[in-house]
């Protein structure tokens, strides 16, 4: 019976089907073994994982990992818990080396005591206490921050606020604790009140649609805007975790 391809290969192996000789068996035709398998499932879960290796990466790391697993199984929760001390260099390869090993067991059972050991056991009490003194202190365009970006900034306080609060928490909020540290020039343009913007997403959409203006109108040649606490929102947002 004459083969529906014409390239030299299958001339070759047409030539060899007939009834006394079966179909040739090629290696590729194998099923992967389920360790095969799950070395595949490891390694594009790890591939997932951004590499940590410096304090000032861990807010948004650990932000990113929370949304990671918020959207994921308890299963690959776990998996990614395991997997993600992989990914660990620098300071937080070599302190989590040295964890004693019941401590390295626990933290790689969930992903909630992996974020706890890295808060509490690498990291340590004054850091956190030290962090919770930096959220408190934000502003716009700081020593560090001198090109930053309405929008760099709103996702930096998030970002810290998400590190200090265990998820899950609402979202309105945490809107309102972030927002008070925003300069009051904003206010023209953002139309922000407690309350009136639920979601970090459309909080995050309206500072990117009014980023332009408050950058020419708001926004001096980058000199930092310096503007006094917004204390009074402070008492309306009585349910601020920070």
């Not at 919770?132 to 502003?139: A, H, K, P, W």
Request: proline share 7%; glycine share 4%.
């Amino acid at each position: 019976m004459a083969w529906p391809y014409s390239t030299q290969a299958d001339n070759i192996f047409g030539s060899l089907r007939s009834a006394n000789h079966p179909s040739p068996s090629f290696p590729f035709q194998s099923q992967p073994s389920d360790q095969t398998l799950a070395l595949g499932v490891n390694m594009q879960l790890e591939n997932m994982i951004p590499v940590l290796g410096k304090k000032n990466d861990v807010c948004w790391w650990i932000r990113y990992m929370d949304s990671r697993v918020a959207c994921s199984s308890e299963e690959t929760g776990r998996q990614l818990a395991w997997l993600a001390p992989l990914r660990f260099s620098g300071f937080f390869s070599a302190m989590f080396r040295y964890l004693p090993p019941e401590k390295q067991r626990k933290a790689t059972s969930s992903w909630g005591n992996l974020r706890e050991c890295i808060i509490k056991d690498i990291l340590g009490d004054q850091w956190l206490s030290n962090q919770r003194l930096v959220y408190t202190l934000q502003e716009f365009r700081e020593l560090g921050y001198s090109q930053e970006t309405p929008f760099d900034f709103i996702v930096r306080r998030l970002d810290l606020y998400a590190l200090l609060n265990r998820m899950p928490y609402d979202e309105e909020t945490a809107i309102a604790s972030v927002m008070l540290k925003i300069p009051r020039e904003w206010d023209e343009y953002l139309h922000w009140q407690p309350g009136s913007i639920p979601t970090f997403c459309e909080l995050l959409q309206r500072v990117d649609e009014c980023e332009e203006m408050i950058l020419k109108n708001c926004v001096n040649n980058a000199v930092p805007l310096m503007s006094p606490p917004r204390s009074s929102l402070r008492s309306r947002s009585s349910k601020d975790q920070v």
